[in-house]
């Protein structure tokens, strides 16, 4: 475990071992964790996650449900493990294998920017965070507490953040995931965030997300329809920041987004960037219009291994 957050660039706490049980455990995907190896000595990881959806097909990610994932290690491991991951998929008829990683592989894979992540400086204080908004950026913050919405953060938030997470989904026509994922992120990893906000007693937004290093990402939020008009998504990812800064982080990562989406504006406007570097590794399997469906070879990484005893383990997890 020590290793994997020490690993040079791209760590986040999608790389933790927990991840594993959770997904066998509430969806039943197949979970590949990969090593990479030389001379006995770890040189690089990979969580490897087998999704197959009826509605989406048969693919190899790293990591499902969540922003972020890929290789970790050195730049040999890193392309030994991509390799064994693209070997596989092509083996096994995968539709697509996609490497979410933060940071530039070196890896002939292609290289998707269709996502950027937007993120915002977080200062000492709430009042310095405050100040530095514009002015209906401060008012749409403020407009949830005038109309009497509270927040709440805790692992016993769930159950509300689910039921605003949920009911927004299926207002959008989008599938969800189950409940019990989300009970077991609270299980697993204590240090999880579940917030929620509330208008008397109905829960109208939630967020979730995690730390890692000095930055907190909030890697699901909600709010719903019906209340949209007093923007109480907008005083809780202000109450997020709040206990953000006060247990003195200094970046807040607002997740994943397409370019020029609205939130991006939005969000920018109280002074977040936006950064796309990194990107998401893939290899797809391709075919001609009008070509009859035959197995492909998947794109490859160009590796040179690690060493002459480097090699890709599987099953092979790594612990703390």
């Not at 697993?188 to 907190?216: H, M, N, Q, S, Y």
């Amino acid at each position: 475990m020590g290793w994997v957050r020490q690993a040079a660039g791209g760590f986040t706490h999608f790389h933790l071992h927990g991840w594993k049980g959770i997904y066998e455990g509430t969806v039943g995907h197949e979970c590949l964790y990969l090593e990479a190896r030389e001379d006995g000595v770890l040189q690089g990881v990979l969580p490897l996650v087998r999704v197959k959806s009826l509605l989406f097909g048969h693919y190899l990610v790293s990591m499902p449900f969540v922003n972020y994932g890929g290789p970790l290690g050195t730049d040999a491991a890193v392309q030994a493990l991509a390799t064994w991951a693209a070997e596989r998929a092509q083996a096994d008829g995968v539709k697509l294998l996609e490497l979410r990683s933060r940071r530039e592989l070196p890896l002939s894979l292609a290289c998707s920017h269709r996502k950027i992540t937007v993120v915002l400086d977080l200062p000492g204080t709430p009042e310095a965070l405050m100040k530095s908004f514009e002015s209906k950026l401060r008012s749409q913050v403020r407009r949830p507490g005038k109309e009497g919405v509270t927040y709440r953060f805790g692992p016993d938030q769930v159950e509300p953040f689910f039921q605003v997470f949920a009911r927004h989904m299926r207002d959008l026509g989008t599938p969800t995931q189950p409940r019990r994922l989300f009970q077991a992120i609270a299980d697993t990893f204590p240090d999880a965030w579940f917030g929620t906000a509330w208008l008397k007693d109905e829960p109208i937004a939630c967020g979730a997300g995690f730390v890692w290093g000095r930055e907190f990402e909030m890697t699901w939020a909600s709010s719903l329809y019906s209340h949209q008009k007093i923007a109480p998504n907008m005083g809780l990812y202000f109450a997020f920041m709040e206990r953000a800064m006060a247990e003195q982080l200094t970046l807040f990562n607002f997740g994943r987004c397409s370019p020029g989406w609205g939130r991006t504006a939005s969000r920018s406007s109280g002074g977040a960037g936006t950064s796309s570097s990194g990107g998401t590794r893939r290899a797809r399997r391709r075919r001609r219009a009008g070509a009859p469906r035959r197995r492909t070879r998947a794109p490859t990484a160009g590796a040179r291994g690690c060493g002459r005893s480097s090699r890709c383990r599987w099953p092979r997890p790594w612990g703390p």
